[in-house]
């Protein structure tokens, strides 16, 4: 056992040195990187020297970095001496750019574009030596470089004046538009046309660029063809809409049937531009044959075209739609369809990626996520009465597509389509519990942005409802409690804080019991256990919104006890803590008066905290503790926050403290002196807003309740009622089936002899209250003289059987009297 862990040992030495034999061998470079002497003397300059001396120096003798470091101060010489500036520095840089390197170069392509762009005033000849450095260099051998500088070129055209760009750059602009140039001379040519084009007037570009503006179009080499064709935007609104029909259009007419598919994706994207400029005749007549055309032949042969097209559909469709025939609206809906579900299969009603090559499926879920970015603009196209019938079986398949980049924008743009389908959103309900359940985090993130809005829009109850009125979805509350489950779980801590930022509005879409049930536990648990500050302290403020809304008095009651009990009398000094943190929002959610009554006294008593950490952040507090008291109703609040102050500059003996206590003394004594009167007035209006609103809450609590209990009472007045009448229809029925009528004696008079004895029934199961039999009796009896049958009330008494039999023998002889009358009036 002794000699395995001498073994071990030994191996764990040599361990140990063969890591130091590598830092060592890592530290040689290092000393041999240090400058010699000599070295460090070429890099000396004399200190004498002014700064444009100094610059010259450098730039004629100095290393690379040294020539960069000038290259880029280049704008702050321009601005201390620029006549100098010009004559001697920017000759030496420009003879040192012929042998510098990338670093250089890239340096002296920004440093001229801020020296253009500046605001001091260049003479010509300034100018002019600029604009010949950068000329010069866009035709450089590395791309980088001169990309670089061409981009120098393009801002700079921005600030200069029309005279400089006409003298000094379209001069070299139309030798360097000629076929016997370059292509990259040709492709810059192509960028420095599109811009220039929207300095000058309309005829100046018909006259002098439209021709090299058509030349290139017509170029031998597909990539100038089609860097002209998206520059023919520009173009198109130099020269003006009626030469744009006549000129601009043909040419891209003709480009769009290009062979090469580069130059066709370039037309059908200048073409979408452009929409705007073409009447109703030639969108019918000419753009939408051709826009069909490219449509078909992207879904058959060209999958790389089908991303622009995908992202460039809800503009087109959104252009056209005025100008279409029913049968061309429907065919590019159907169209659209297809797009949203290319590379799936559809299979029980359920999206399903089939295997294909790894490129091929990526260009795929490109297409549909484009599709996803475009359907709000569908929903215009089609409509929102329509939406049910026509798109929402595309949408309900764009919320399940496998891609998780495909959900994840059809959640980032939820809100826009439940806002553009007003009273029909309760038809995207489901869906939107499915992307709250989604596996993805990612999916969950974007639908987090706009839940408020979402979830306002989505419990509209409908037009002419008032604004109070709300729709309840079904499993909402119950995706919203594992969404934030989910991201619990997960490392990515900032989408649960953002997720427990969007729940503060839960107050506004769900019952305040269904938020006490389910979320408030759970707000207590993260503040108490999660690890993470930040969650903990959002959890924190939408426990504090929850208690803000909350309209029930004992379910207050119950959260503020638990937040004295859990936080501020906790075991654990981080809760403490947190309850420090809690105040500071309740200080900003409630009313001064709410925050005194039942947070203040709380944070007042941590004073006598063991843990120093917790009577440090008490002593940042009191300033705007102080704020929350208001006098002179709340003296006895003021005396115990000075006694605090007092206790803690005696019996102190954490040195960080007792700094702290000190500093917050002398902010307290400023705190009335300082503030402005007008600071204060405002704070004060905020604050009887929020004492108003909190009274209202109240008034309302009050107001359900006894609308509650009046509903209580009247169920079962109603019920009573019901059960009387129940009784006396049945007692009366029961009297009508056992009596004979007055009309039919002479029949009926022996049945009524022979049954006399069974005309008492069978009792009536279960006790009758005294009070109930006593008011129906006597309300039915008091009708008796003016029928002719009394209706009987059965009871189990004798008294009312001797009762009942007198009853029967008086209506007898009435009966016989009647009898008599009759026959003498006969």
């Given at each position: 056992?002794?000699?395995n862990?001498?073994?071990?040992?030994?191996?764990?030495?040599?361990?140990?040195?063969?890591?130091?034999q590598?830092?060592?061998?890592?530290?040689r470079?290092i000393?041999?990187?240090?400058?010699s002497?000599?070295?460090?003397?070429?890099?000396?300059?004399?200190?004498?020297?002014?700064?444009?001396?100094r610059?010259?120096?450098?730039?004629?003798s100095?290393?690379?970095?040294?020539?960069?470091s000038?290259?880029?101060?280049?704008?702050?010489?321009?601005r201390q001496?620029?006549?100098?500036?010009?004559?001697?520095?920017?000759?030496?840089?420009?003879?040192?750019?012929?042998?510098?390197?990338?670093e250089?170069?890239?340096?002296?392509?920004?440093?001229?574009?801020?020296t253009?762009?500046?605001?001091?005033?260049?003479?010509?000849?300034?100018?002019h030596?600029?604009?010949?450095?950068?000329l010069?260099?866009?035709?450089?051998?590395?791309?980088?470089?001169?990309?670089?500088w061409l981009?120098t070129l393009?801002?700079?055209i921005?600030?200069?004046?029309?005279?400089t760009?006409?003298?000094?750059?379209?001069?070299?602009?139309v030798?360097?538009?000629?076929?016997s140039?370059?292509?990259?001379?040709r492709?810059?040519?192509?960028?420095?046309?599109?811009?220039?084009?929207?300095?000058?007037?309309?005829?100046?570009?018909?006259?002098?660029l439209l021709?090299?503006?058509?030349?290139?179009?017509?170029?031998m080499?597909?990539?100038?063809?089609?860097?002209?064709?998206?520059?023919?935007?520009?173009?198109?609104?130099?020269?003006?809409?009626?030469?744009t029909?006549?000129?601009?259009?043909?040419?891209?007419?003709?480009?769009?049937?290009d062979?090469?598919?580069?130059?066709?994706?370039a037309?059908?994207?200048?073409?979408?531009?452009l929409l705007?400029?073409?009447?109703?005749?030639?969108r019918?007549?000419?753009?939408?044959?051709?826009?069909?055309?490219f449509c078909?032949?992207?879904?058959q042969?060209?999958?790389?075209?089908?991303a622009?097209l995908?992202c460039?559909?809800?503009?087109?469709c959104?252009?056209?739609?005025?100008s279409?025939?029913e049968?061309?609206?429907l065919?590019?809906?159907e169209?659209?369809?297809k797009?949203?579900?290319?590379?799936?299969?559809?299979?029980?009603?359920?999206s399903?990626?089939?295997?294909?090559?790894l490129e091929?499926?990526?260009?795929?879920?490109?297409v549909?996520?484009?599709?996803a970015?475009n359907?709000?603009?569908?929903?215009?196209?089609?409509?929102?009465?329509h939406?049910?019938s026509?798109?929402?079986?595309?949408?309900?398949?764009?919320?399940?597509?496998?891609e998780?980049?495909?959900?994840?924008?059809?959640?980032?743009?939820?809100?826009?389509?439940?806002?553009?389908?007003?009273?029909?959103?309760?038809?995207?309900?489901?869906?939107?519990?499915?992307?709250?359940?989604?596996?993805?985090?990612?999916?969950l993130?974007?639908?987090m942005t706009?839940?408020?809005?979402?979830?306002?829009?989505a419990?509209?109850?409908?037009?002419?409802?008032?604004?109070?009125?709300?729709?309840?979805i079904?499993?909402?509350?119950?995706?919203l409690?594992a969404?934030?489950?989910?991201?619990?779980?997960?490392?990515?801590w900032?989408v649960?804080?953002?997720?427990?930022?969007?729940?503060?509005?839960?107050?506004?879409?769900?019952?305040?019991?269904?938020?006490?049930?389910?979320?408030l536990?759970?707000?207590?648990?993260?503040?108490?256990t999660?690890n993470?500050l930040p969650v903990q302290?959002?959890?924190?403020?939408?426990?504090?919104?929850?208690l803000?809304?909350?309209?029930?008095?004992?379910?207050?009651?119950e959260?503020?006890?638990?937040?004295?009990?859990?936080?501020?009398?906790?075991?654990?000094?981080?809760?403490?803590?947190r309850y420090?943190d809690l105040?500071?929002?309740?200080?900003?959610?409630?009313?001064?008066?709410?925050?005194?009554?039942?947070?203040?006294v709380l944070?007042?008593?941590?004073v006598?905290?063991p843990?120093?950490?917790?009577?440090?952040?008490?002593c940042?507090?009191l300033?705007?503790?102080?704020e929350?008291?208001?006098?002179?109703?709340?003296?006895h609040?003021?005396?115990?926050?000075?006694?605090?102050v007092?206790?803690?500059?005696?019996r102190?003996?954490?040195?960080?403290?007792?700094?702290s206590?000190r500093?917050?003394?002398?902010?307290?004594?400023?705190?009335?002196?300082?503030?402005?009167?007008?600071?204060?007035?405002e704070?004060?209006?905020?604050?009887?807003?929020?004492?108003?609103?909190?009274a209202?809450l109240?008034?309302?609590e009050?107001?359900?309740?006894?609308?509650?209990?009046?509903r209580?009472?009247?169920?079962?007045?109603?019920d009573?009622?019901?059960?009387?009448?129940k009784?006396?229809?049945?007692?009366?029925?029961r009297?009508?089936?056992?009596h004979?009528?007055t009309?039919?004696?002479?029949?009926?008079?022996?049945?009524?002899?022979?049954?006399?004895?069974?005309?008492?029934?069978?009792?009536v199961k279960?006790?009758?209250?005294?009070?109930?039999?006593?008011?129906?009796?006597?309300?039915?009896?008091?009708?008796?003289?003016?029928s002719?049958?009394?209706?009987?009330?059965r009871?189990?008494?004798?008294s009312?059987?001797?009762h009942r039999?007198?009853?029967?023998?008086?209506?007898?002889?009435?009966?016989?009297?009647?009898?008599?009358?009759?026959f003498?009036?006969?």
């Amino acid at each position: 056992m002794f000699g395995n862990k001498m073994t071990l040992n030994q191996s764990n030495l040599i361990g140990h040195i063969d890591d130091l034999q590598d830092l060592t061998i890592i530290e040689r470079p290092i000393r041999r990187s240090l400058k010699s002497a000599e070295e460090i003397e070429k890099l000396t300059v004399d200190e004498d020297l002014n700064d444009i001396e100094r610059a010259v120096y450098l730039l004629s003798s100095g290393q690379e970095v040294q020539r960069a470091s000038v290259v880029m101060n280049l704008p702050n010489l321009v601005r201390q001496n620029p006549a100098e500036t010009f004559r001697r520095v920017v000759p030496k840089v420009r003879e040192v750019l012929h042998v510098g390197g990338m670093e250089l170069q890239l340096a002296a392509a920004s440093s001229f574009l801020t020296t253009l762009q500046d605001d001091i005033v260049l003479i010509q000849t300034h100018t002019h030596s600029i604009l010949q450095i950068v000329l010069l260099y866009l035709e450089h051998r590395d791309a980088v470089v001169s990309n670089a500088w061409l981009e120098t070129l393009l801002s700079a055209i921005d600030v200069l004046p029309k005279e400089t760009i006409r003298q000094e750059i379209l001069g070299p602009l139309v030798s360097k538009a000629q076929l016997s140039q370059t292509l990259p001379a040709r492709l810059a040519s192509c960028r420095i046309l599109g811009k220039v084009a929207l300095k000058f007037e309309s005829p100046l570009v018909k006259k002098e660029l439209l021709p090299m503006v058509l030349s290139l179009c017509q170029d031998m080499e597909f990539e100038v063809r089609s860097c002209m064709c998206r520059q023919l935007e520009s173009i198109a609104r130099g020269i003006g809409v009626e030469p744009t029909k006549t000129l601009v259009l043909p040419e891209l007419m003709e480009l769009a049937q290009d062979e090469g598919s580069m130059v066709r994706l370039a037309a059908f994207d200048t073409i979408v531009s452009l929409l705007e400029m073409f009447d109703s005749e030639d969108r019918t007549r000419i753009i939408f044959p051709l826009v069909k055309a490219f449509c078909e032949k992207c879904f058959q042969a060209e999958e790389a075209a089908l991303a622009s097209l995908s992202c460039q559909y809800g503009r087109l469709c959104h252009g056209l739609s005025g100008s279409f025939t029913e049968e061309q609206h429907l065919w590019f809906l159907e169209f659209y369809k297809k797009l949203c579900i290319v590379g799936l299969q559809q299979e029980n009603g359920n999206s399903e990626a089939p295997t294909y090559p790894l490129e091929l499926e990526s260009k795929y879920a490109l297409v549909r996520k484009n599709c996803a970015y475009n359907f709000p603009a569908m929903v215009v196209y089609v409509q929102p009465k329509h939406f049910l019938s026509e798109l929402y079986p595309t949408f309900s398949s764009l919320c399940r597509d496998p891609e998780i980049s495909v959900r994840r924008t059809t959640a980032a743009g939820f809100h826009e389509v439940a806002k553009l389908l007003g009273p029909s959103v309760h038809c995207i309900h489901k869906d939107l519990v499915i992307l709250l359940q989604d596996d993805s985090l990612e999916v969950l993130d974007a639908l987090m942005t706009h839940l408020q809005e979402t979830l306002e829009l989505a419990t509209l109850r409908g037009e002419g409802s008032g604004p109070e009125t709300k729709v309840s979805i079904p499993d909402l509350v119950p995706a919203l409690a594992a969404a934030e489950q989910k991201a619990a779980a997960s490392l990515r801590w900032r989408v649960h804080e953002k997720l427990l930022q969007r729940y503060a509005c839960l107050p506004r879409i769900v019952s305040g019991d269904q938020i006490y049930f389910r979320f408030l536990q759970r707000m207590f648990t993260i503040v108490t256990t999660n690890n993470v500050l930040p969650v903990q302290k959002e959890a924190a403020r939408t426990l504090c919104v929850f208690l803000r809304y909350n309209r029930k008095q004992e379910q207050r009651q119950e959260i503020i006890s638990k937040v004295a009990e859990q936080l501020a009398q906790g075991r654990s000094y981080w809760n403490r803590l947190r309850y420090l943190d809690l105040c500071e929002i309740a200080m900003d959610l409630f009313s001064k008066s709410y925050f005194c009554k039942y947070f203040l006294v709380l944070a007042l008593e941590l004073v006598n905290d063991p843990v120093a950490n917790v009577r440090y952040k008490l002593c940042r507090m009191l300033p705007r503790l102080k704020e929350s008291i208001r006098l002179p109703a709340d003296k006895h609040l003021l005396q115990q926050l000075e006694f605090c102050v007092r206790r803690l500059l005696c019996r102190e003996k954490d040195q960080d403290v007792v700094a702290s206590v000190r500093k917050t003394v002398l902010e307290l004594d400023k705190l009335d002196i300082t503030e402005p009167y007008h600071k204060r007035h405002e704070r004060d209006l905020l604050d009887q807003k929020k004492e108003t609103e909190e009274a209202l809450l109240l008034e309302m609590e009050q107001l359900e309740r006894h609308q509650s209990e009046g509903r209580l009472e009247s169920d079962k007045h109603l019920d009573k009622k019901r059960k009387e009448t129940k009784r006396t229809k049945l007692a009366r029925s029961r009297s009508l089936s056992s009596h004979p009528s007055t009309s039919k004696m002479t029949t009926l008079e022996k049945p009524s002899k022979g049954k006399e004895p069974g005309t008492c029934p069978a009792p009536v199961k279960g006790p009758i209250p005294p009070s109930s039999d006593d008011g129906l009796r006597s309300h039915h009896f008091g009708h008796a003289p003016s029928s002719s049958m009394p209706v009987l009330i059965r009871s189990n008494t004798s008294s009312t059987l001797d009762h009942r039999s007198s009853t029967i023998k008086e209506t007898r002889k009435l009966t016989m009297q009647r009898k008599s009358n009759s026959f003498g009036m006969q």
